[in-house]
């Protein structure tokens, strides 16, 4: 299924993260591993992530997250994902930019803000 041919509630508040991998260049499948070391060890893959704004009243204020936000008016969450992953980092993970390749997207998973006491 196409993402644009996802449809939304417009009574639900809908996000989009990029969860973006890269290989790393500097990995080889002969790369030695350490074992004095192991958090230094190289891995075949590199995830980005950005650290959250703190922010006061904001649950995820500081956490770790990969970069996103709220959907907007029409957008696909291809173009949510696009949009946020820009304007959060300056990265064009566009089809048009031609470096990045979207491999899918799961619209399966809900997530409700936890209420505070």
Request: glycine letters at 6%; one cysteine or more; charged letters at 25%.
């Amino acid at each position: 299924k196409p993402v644009s041919s996802l449809k939304f509630d417009p009574s639900i508040k809908h996000a989009c993260v990029a969860a973006i991998l890269r290989l790393n260049p500097k990995y080889t499948a002969h790369t030695p591993t350490s074992l004095e070391e192991p958090e230094h060890e190289l891995q075949p893959f590199d995830i980005l992530y950005i650290r959250r704004a703190l922010k006061k009243g904001d649950p995820w204020s500081g956490q770790i997250a990969f970069p996103g936000g709220r959907h907007e008016n029409n957008e696909t969450l291809l173009q949510t994902a696009e949009r946020e992953t820009m304007e959060e980092i300056g990265l064009d993970i566009s089809e048009e930019g031609g470096k990045y390749l979207c491999m899918g997207y799961s619209h399966c998973m809900d997530i409700q803000r936890a209420q505070h006491r």
